[in-house]
């Protein structure tokens, strides 16, 4: 015993250099460089005890779960993973009551109900083990466990004490280390919000400046009862609507009363002009860029369509889109999903879209200039002047859409000046 005796207090004398080293190192660590510490930690636990593996195991604030683990063990020596776990319910079930598993000889210090956790020791040629779980503010946030594989060896209280007390500062930096991230997700999450609002605000103001009332929209003539009273019938489905007519023929105008019509008008009605967005910045007006992704992009930016998430957004001159970036709108029309200039993560939105065009669409699309992009569900229109019906009698004070045709997957029926019984008849 006189032989043992300076060996065990050199062991203790240790673990008190090493607790007071990691208390002092562990304050002043950032979330990112705390695993890294943990490993270096375990090694030294490992060395000093004269143990062969050391594991900390991390629990879940809801169902008291191991969800994550840090390890070291010896060359030779496998660590310790969470499916091995699943095959102890014993020990977990101590584990979970924050009760300490103390076992010098595992083969005879197993009570006969750990039948899985003797086997397990069999099979892992495991001899002793020593495991102290930590709780702080009453919940159960961590264990520190150690075991011997080349030979058993006992765990005195005072050491057992010491072990308990890293256990404890492990468990305090993974406390904190999940507060730092929750508060790092927080503002994360804040900063997205504040970046969408922003993004918001400046195209609201942009649609303010050049807002129009359903009610604005002015005129007796039959035609245009006719035009209102499609518009009514298409707004509330999701389709997506094409606005066929010369400029000046208020396109804009009737996509804001299907917008204030459908179930989204709470949300934004985000409005782009395809054919005034300079060639070389499309890509990232409509679907944003991170910071960095070209020179000048000094900033995270989100896109029209991330804008318009849950709302619409209205694509004016449609067909004038570069025949390379109409393929990345058939895919957000088709999957809702898209990438950010300089992103390979997918995002994903709910966006309904209304586009309008003044060219001759099915010129553009047998020339291939234009994909057609309404080769999904869509609803067409054509918008010839009001002008033009005035020798109906009607006094015309604006250029208005006259008539809508064809809903969803038919293919669109263009109406023009020649608007009689038959066309109205193919319409719907």
């Not at 636990?45 to 879940?60: F, I, K, P």
């Not at 060896?153 to 468990?171: F, K, T």
Request: proline share 5%; glycine share 6%.
């Amino acid at each position: 015993m006189s032989h043992e005796l300076p060996a065990a207090e050199r062991e203790l004398e240790f673990f008190e250099r090493l607790t007071a080293d990691i208390s002092s190192r562990f304050n002043l660590l950032s979330a990112d460089e705390l695993p890294g510490a943990i490993a270096s930690t375990l090694q030294g636990v490992v060395e000093a005890l004269d143990v062969d593996r050391s594991t900390v195991m991390e629990l879940s604030k809801a169902e008291n779960v191991v969800e994550s683990m840090h390890h070291w063990a010896r060359p030779g020596i496998p660590p310790l993973e969470l499916a091995d776990l699943e095959a102890v319910p014993w020990f977990l079930d101590r584990l979970r009551h924050g009760e300490t598993v103390r076992l010098a000889d595992a083969e005879r210090d197993l009570p006969p109900e750990a039948i899985a956790e003797r086997a397990y020791a069999r099979s892992a040629g495991q001899k002793s083990l020593l495991t102290i779980p930590v709780s702080l503010d009453g919940r159960l946030v961590s264990a520190l466990s150690v075991g011997t594989f080349r030979h058993a060896r006992n765990w005195p209280e005072p050491l057992v004490e010491r072990v308990r007390l890293i256990a404890q500062i492990i468990g305090a930096a993974l406390q904190r280390r999940r507060h730092d991230l929750a508060l790092r997700e927080s503002l994360a999450e804040i900063e997205r919000l504040n970046t969408r609002l922003e993004a918001e605000n400046r195209y609201l103001d942009e649609e303010i400046k050049s807002s129009h009332q359903f009610n604005e929209i002015i005129g007796e003539s039959a035609l245009l009862r006719l035009a209102l009273g499609r518009v009514e019938q298409v707004a509330p489905t999701d389709s997506t609507v094409m606005l066929l007519g010369e400029s000046g023929t208020g396109k804009e105008l009737f996509a804001r009363a299907v917008h204030e019509l459908s179930p989204r008008r709470k949300h934004p009605l985000v409005r782009v002009n395809c054919a005034a967005l300079p060639a070389g910045l499309i890509e990232s007006e409509l679907f944003g860029h991170e910071k960095g992704a070209f020179t000048g992009a000094v900033a995270q930016r989100l896109g029209r369509f991330e804008v318009a998430d849950g709302g619409t957004i209205f694509l004016d001159e449609v067909v004038e889109l570069p025949i390379d970036l109409q393929g990345r709108l058939l895919r957000v029309l088709q999957e809702g999903e898209f990438e950010r200039v300089g992103s390979s993560r997918t995002t994903r939105v709910d966006v309904r879209v209304i586009a309008a065009t003044n060219r001759d669409l099915e010129a553009a699309v047998r020339d291939g200039s234009f994909r057609g992009l309404l080769s999904v569900p869509a609803f067409a229109a054509r918008q010839p002047e009001e002008a033009r019906q005035s020798q109906q009698g009607h006094k015309p004070s604006k250029r208005f859409p006259t008539v809508l045709v064809q809903l969803h997957q038919r293919p669109p029926t263009y109406i023009g000046d020649d608007f009689g019984s038959k066309n109205l008849r193919a319409g719907f």
